[in-house]
């Protein structure tokens, strides 16, 4: 599976940005998905997560009210909406994929696909 970030750049503090994650190849498979960030000199670090059949939602407390995350199974692709961005969301965003139905969780190790991540700047 093959999954590439879109949506990324720069916005200033407040604004908003709609990020895409495409996914292709092996995707007949049922994938929860994750979005993680990872600012400069810090740990990548769990976003949100949806999962594949009820699509079901959990976001870290950092962005919960601020982000959605979303999926159109149809078209292989996941969303993630951020709105009243902040300096402190500027990192790279990637996306990942982990196989089944189950929630994927929040753990990076977990997942078995990652995308080469797309660069967001919140400018104050």
């Known amino acids: 599976v093959q999954l590439v970030e879109s949506g990324g750049g720069l916005v200033q503090s407040g604004g908003s940005l709609r990020l895409s994650c495409a996914a292709s190849?092996?995707?007949?498979?049922?994938?929860?998905m994750g979005w993680f960030r990872q600012a400069p000199g810090k740990e990548r670090e769990f976003v949100a997560t949806?999962?594949?059949?009820?699509?079901?939602?959990s976001y870290a407390d950092s962005v919960k009210g601020r982000f959605t995350i979303s999926r159109d199974n149809a078209k292989n692709t996941v969303y993630l909406q951020m709105n009243s961005l902040n300096p402190e969301d500027t990192a790279v965003y990637y996306c990942?994929?982990?196989?089944?139905?189950?929630?994927?969780?929040?753990?990076?190790?977990?997942?078995?696909?990652w995308g080469q991540g797309t660069q967001v700047t919140v400018s104050s």
């Open positions: 990942a994929a982990r196989v089944g139905n189950a929630d994927p969780g929040t753990t990076r190790s977990a997942y078995d696909y």
């Open positions: 949806i999962t594949w059949s009820r699509g079901t939602t």
């Open positions: 190849g092996r995707t007949f498979s049922p994938y929860g």
